[in-house]
């Protein structure tokens, strides 16, 4: 089978290779890859920022298709089965995380696309116990970004979130607008922020998927708006999207006191500053949020069955696997939201 594989070590060295089919053995299962999605940690693992010394390795991690072979001891799912996986592959499944099912906290884990050979293929082997089947209404394609919408879902979850609540989501990518379509389905009033440079994606964040409010930082007063819609008091939540340490310390100065602060977006650098005395004097909390858990696929699954979380506003081009070099420059100039590819061969 054809499949995109890091062939070395560091940034670049990617190539459609011939790999033989793989075989499911005990408790996995073998799916057809019909759709993939790109992930910025797959840009990120291109330029050598992160993965760097994988080898030999099957890119992909976001992926729906059809299940073509089960291993024994698989009773979850059956052969012709549509279905999407949790990037979760092996665990130890004896940690105290494991026990309480936080499979991504497993100092073990291993994960698809990452450890174990991805989805960027005709075939994937799945953990059987990582599958789910997809709703009715929601098609291979769009449940191809499933996993992105779970890291959302995940990161949301972090904060409680009332009606009515105004919600900060920084930094209007894929995620900042998988992140607002979640805090949406649950009544928060989203106030989006981006840059200049993002004018576009600020554009389809209002017109395609209805977020309330758009700021761009470098021209727009965010403080006075924020002021405005809460009598002074400030946000009740940040989700920061960026990464950048001057969204974090924008969204910590934003909040009231007892805001709640969640960081989704991963920094460049391990060591970052913070604004601790921010953190003191406003009593704020603070979460970080590390990828999916097998608890958000189902109620995603949920919000895209519902057009609460609209999979087809979010996919803006679909290329082959053997077109990679065209959708990394598609993602990195901006023209792209979000990028499916399918198999080839």
Sequence with gaps: MKALVKMEPGAGHWEVIDKPEPVPGEGQVKIKVEYIGICGSDLHTYEGHYNVNAKGLTIGHEFAGVVAEVGPGVTNVKVGDRVTSETTFTVCGKCRYCKEGLYNLCPTRKGLGTQQDGAMAQYVLARAKSCHILPENVTTRQASITEAACCAHH?????????????????????????????????????????????????????????????????????????????????????DCTGAVPSMQLGMDLLRKQGQYVQIGLFARDVVEVDFSKIIQKELVVS???????????????????????ADKMITHEVGIDEWDKAYHLLKSGQATKIVMHPIG
Excluded at 190 to 203: I, S
Excluded at 289 to 304: A, C, F, G, I, V
Aim: aromatic share 4%.
């Design 288 to 310: 970080g949020s590390r990828s999916q858990n097998t608890h958000d696929w189902e109620p995603t699954l949920k919000l895209m069955s519902e057009g609460k979380i609209n």
């Design 155 to 239: 990161g949301v979850a972090k904060a409680k979130i009332n009606p009515g609540d105004i919600v900060l989501v920084l930094g209007p990518g894929p995620i900042g607008l998988l992140t607002a379509q979640c805090v949406m389905a649950k009544g928060g009033r989203v106030v989006m922020t981006g840059l200049t440079q993002d004018a576009g994606r600020l554009q389809i964040a209002k017109e395609k998927f209805g977020v309330e409010y758009i700021v761009d930082v470098q021209k727009d007063d965010v403080k006075a708006l924020v002021n405005k819609l809460t009598d002074g008091y400030g946000a009740d939540v940040c989700y």
